[in-house]
């Protein structure tokens, strides 16, 4: 299996990105819809991608054609492995519906929102009832890690000091805004745009603090 690759980005097509590796070898790797938008300004430069390798059947299953899709992350990879398993989400449609990050998609589905559901490409009314029914309580694993992955010393560090009281920072301020009363969609702007400052915050109480800050326009 093709887990990962890594070349230069050299050119975009509908939906696909053609990577040029070391070796010479030009493959064309399936996208999501979102992260070919995020990688339109990296044309000529090189790329990592979480792959994923299928067979797409075609000519009503009479051609068999090998398929790979790229993710930016890992956390991306693991969500539309989730997201296939629902009735009617194949790959393909897969990688159409999502024009937003899995962490939006995620909370999407654990808010219950179908009309967000609804707005995806390749998505109806009957298919949004079936992703919630489904995939409602499977999500939670990627409405904060995947909106909020760090990389670098200074992250790393972070993330050690805030492990030992159970969960990230940025999960339990969340938790907190939940019993509070606030859209989990709107929480994750939010607290996305508190921890992308300049000072991040060292406890809870302060990111909640700066967070209706935030909301009240300040």
Same mark, same amino acid.
């Given at each position: 299996m093709i887990a990962k690759i890594e070349g230069i980005l050299d050119e975009l097509l509908a939906g696909a990105a053609m990577v040029r590796t070391n070796g010479s070898l030009t493959y064309?790797?399936?996208?999501p819809a979102f992260a070919a938008a995020r990688?339109? #300004?990296?044309i000529g430069q090189p790329i990592t991608l979480h792959t994923l390798y299928f067979i797409e059947g075609q000519a009503q299953g009479t051609t068999m054609t090998p398929r790979l899709a790229g993710f930016l992350t890992a956390e991306d990879?693991?969500?539309?492995?989730?997201?296939t398993t629902c009735k009617g989400i194949g790959n393909r449609r897969a990688l159409r519906a999502m024009t937003l990050e899995s962490s939006a998609i995620a909370a999407a589905i654990a808010d219950r929102d179908a009309t967000l559901l609804q707005s995806l490409p390749e998505?109806?009314?009957?298919?949004?009832?079936?992703?919630?029914a489904t995939l409602r309580g499977k999500v939670d694993p990627y409405l904060v890690s995947a909106?909020? #992955?760090?990389?670098?010393?200074?992250d790393q560090a972070h993330a050690t000091a805030t492990a030992g009281r159970g969960g990230t920072l940025e999960r339990e301020a969340m938790e907190v805004l939940l019993q509070l009363g606030e859209n989990r969609t709107q929480c994750i702007n939010w607290i996305d745009q508190v921890m992308r400052g300049d000072e991040r915050p060292d406890d809870t109480e302060t990111l909640i603090a700066r967070v209706y800050r935030i909301k009240a326009g300040a």
């Open positions: 064309e790797v399936l996208l990688l339109g #300004g990296s990879r693991r969500f539309f492995e989730l997201f998505v109806g009314k009957r298919t949004a009832e079936t992703v919630i909106a909020y #992955g760090r990389t670098g010393e200074a």
